[in-house]
């Protein structure tokens, strides 16, 4: 048996010799070369492209997609893909697509989430996901949906679960262009979220207000339904205070004041003498972010509260002229002690002006105003309380503004504060009701366009000038009572009010 075994293996064909070397010589060699050339790609990959770590938030998290490799990032349908600099859903048909950044969010943080999302013809649906759960991120999280329903979209806002999927607590109508041929539009998303509570802005109007929070903490993602739609520009930030009020005071009542006062006042008048005691600055902690001459930049640090504001050729608008106290506020720095001046002109109607000491950037509860009359030649100035009820102190008759450049100059001192209209003085030593804080601008019923911002420190002693203005900026000042609130304005998109 064994003679018969060695036999066969002598006669055996099988390799062949040719096959044998050609393998040993050839296709070994090239393979080994094959699977280095494999790892050498995936560590080139990796080191150009780094993939997002799964991580904590480091705030603030800004995400403009422009080198950034998001194929570790969580993704379930859709076609994600960067394109021109944007993450983009780029497939029609689909049920849900869902993408979520590999970070999360503590449970207790309270934070701001701002993204550009721009809508195609078709599309049925766009919006974020946010406090998504790990590792159950596509089924427990709360969610924003720009909704298409019929001819007009809607603002959707709810959570999800894993029995009954997702779960509106709010639909707002929103006015948006629904014609298939309409180009890709681009909408602002405000999220604020509070402790137990989130509100949501559309194009800086409030529109969903007060929802409560299900989950805390977590993933924040992007999603899409059916049809194209990209996302820009994230921005993640902490924030001490996101308390909304979706019905700011309007200052109707003080424009009437105004008004009735200028109807009757002497045209011209000596202003009082000011106190010239030495003022010191005595924060500086907004001064870095500003340009070399002082100018607060028309950049993302501008956030809107209400109205439709636009930056456009250097210069930053209020475009919708039909609502009460449209603002904005500069969040890159507060201020003490300092000197504002702001540049305006009125493209439709009158009532542009100027917010300063505000406590925080996203509201005007607390802050100081200084703005022209919608309803009469003049300016008024005054503060909001915590409760947004406007207290005036004080108008001035003036002539008016027409579309010409003006410029307020506000000196914010220690315990007064001046007002300059065009280098002419106005009012000296009004009494401050919080001498530090946040800037920002305001309208009211009017267009306006803003060409400069400029802070700088109040280091010494201002010059204060007494003189009488001339016929053409007469002024008249007028110690103000306690104004109360007037009713809500309609606003441009239709806002659903909290139950009472």
């Not at 040719?18 to 393998?23: N, T």
């Not at 010059?463 to 109360?484: D, N």
Request: hydrophobic share 40%.
């Amino acid at each position: 048996m064994s003679e018969i075994s060695a036999t066969l293996k002598k006669k055996s064909i099988w390799p062949p010799t040719w096959l044998s070397r050609r393998w040993r010589d050839v296709l070994l060699p090239l393979g080994l070369i094959g699977v280095i050339l494999i790892f050498l790609n995936g560590g080139l990959y990796r080191h150009f492209n780094p993939p997002e770590p799964f991580t904590a938030y480091v705030l603030p998290y800004n995400q403009n997609f422009d080198d950034v490799a998001i194929n570790r990032w969580f993704s379930q349908g859709g076609e994600w893909v960067i394109r021109d600099e944007a993450l983009m859903q780029a497939a029609d048909g689909v049920a849900l697509g869902q993408i979520f950044i590999p970070h999360w969010l503590e449970e207790t943080q309270v934070y701001r989430l701002t993204v550009q999302i721009g809508l195609s013809g078709s599309i049925q649906a766009a919006g974020i996901s946010f406090n998504a759960q790990y590792p159950q991120i596509y089924s427990l999280h709360h969610r924003v949906l720009l909704a298409r329903n019929g001819d007009q979209f809607e603002v959707v806002a709810g959570y999800t679960d894993e029995v009954e999927g997702f779960i509106p607590q709010v639909t707002v109508p929103l006015a948006l262009n629904t014609e298939d041929s309409q180009p890709l539009q681009t909408i602002r998303l405000d999220l604020l979220v509070d402790e137990d509570v989130y509100h949501v802005r559309i194009d800086g109007q409030t529109v969903v207000y007060k929802r409560p929070l299900f989950y805390h903490g977590g993933l924040v993602g992007m999603v899409a339904v059916d049809g194209p739609s990209t996302f820009d520009n994230i921005s993640l930030v902490a924030v001490e205070n996101v308390s909304v009020d979706p019905r700011p005071t309007p200052t109707a009542d003080a424009d009437d004041e105004a008004r009735a006062v200028a109807e009757d006042t002497p045209e011209e008048i000596e202003l009082p003498l000011a106190d010239t005691s030495d003022v010191a600055s005595h924060s500086d902690s907004g001064y870095s972010s500003l340009a070399v001459n002082g100018q607060a930049a028309f950049d993302g640090n501008w956030i809107p509260f209400s109205g439709d504001w636009q930056v456009e050729a250097g210069s930053l608008s209020q475009l919708n002229p039909n609502g009460y106290d449209f603002g904005i506020g500069y969040e890159d720095g507060a201020f003490q002690s300092f000197v504002l001046q702001v540049s305006l002109a009125h493209l439709a109607g009158r009532g542009g002006g100027a917010l300063f000491n505000m406590p925080t950037p996203y509201q005007l509860n607390g802050a100081h105003m200084v703005r022209y009359s919608d309803k009469a030649d003049a300016i008024f100035w005054g503060y909001y309380d915590d409760d947004l009820r406007f207290v005036g102190q004080g108008h001035a008759k003036l002539s008016a503004p027409g579309q010409a450049s003006h410029t307020f100059k506000i000196i914010s001192a220690e315990a007064m504060y001046d007002i300059y209209l065009d280098d002419q003085p106005v009012v000296h030593d009004v009494p401050l009701n919080r001498n530090n804080g946040y800037i920002g601008l305001i309208t009211s019923r009017s267009s306006v366009l803003y060409d400069r911002v400029e802070v700088s420190e109040l280091t010494g002693v201002e010059q204060k000038i007494v003189s009488t203005l001339p016929h053409t900026a007469s002024a008249t000042v007028t110690p103000a009572p306690r104004i109360e609130p007037s009713p809500t304005p309609t606003l441009p998109i239709p806002v659903r009010r909290p139950p009472s």
